[in-house]
Every structure is written in C-alpha cells, then in structure tokens.
C-alpha cells in the first residue's frame, strides 16, 4: 500500500498593514513652517511700528532720546528675526533638496535631538564646538 502524500498546508499569516513610519523630517519641516510664519508676523508688527513711530514724532529731548533708544532695540531684535527667517528659510530648502540633517562641514549626520533643538542648524555639535573655539 502507498501512502498518499498530502499536500503541505500553507499557514496563513495575515499581513500587517504597513505603518507608514512618519519621517522625523516632516515634524521639523512643521516646526520650521510655524516659525517663520510666527517671524513673519513679528517683523511685520516691527515695521508697522516703526512707521507708527515716524507719524507721531512729538516731544521734548529727553522723550526723543528714550524712544530713540526703544527704537533701536526694536530694530536690532527685529535683525536678529529677519537673520533666523533666512535661517529657517534654508532649512527649508535643505529639507526639499534632501541635504538636511548632514553638517555642512564633516559631511555627517547631525543628531536628531540637536535638529530638534535648533532645526535650522547646519553644524553637528562636534563641528560647532570646533568652529566656536577658534
């Protein structure tokens, strides 16, 4: 007598629907986004009020000196804003052509927790420190 072979049977696994793991990417290009919208505004509200300050120029020596003073802080903050907006900018650009993340001078990765301190850097901590000694 011959035994009858049976067939193998096949165990089915259902499949796992694939996660689309979301690319850290995507959260600082959100995070970059927000700021330079919050930087845009805020350079608008300087130079608004630095108009402002021009239609109202009233006062004795004193008052002129004061708000002079105001005034230039107002406008060296709102430098340092327009500065990071071209920052933020770059990064920006950096996320789109696919070179963010990699330190513009040692070619290496830069880590994800710096980036996600400061996501507009292109030094890793390494190649900052270097540069910052010098």
Known sequence: MAKSKKAPTKKTVAKK?????????DEIKKMLLQMRKELLQEVTQTMRAESDHLKFDIGDFYDHASTDRDRELTLMLADRERE????????????????????????EEIDKERLAAMPFTKLCLSCQEDLERK
Do not use: H
Not at 17 to 25: A, L, M, Q, S, V
Not at 89 to 106: N, P, Q, V, W
């Open 84 to 107: 990071k907006l071209t920052l933020v900018d770059d990064a920006l650009k950096r996320i789109e052509t696919g070179t963010y993340g990699i330190c513009e001078s040692c070619e």
């Open 17 to 25: 629907p694939k996660k689309e793991k979301k690319d850290w990417r």
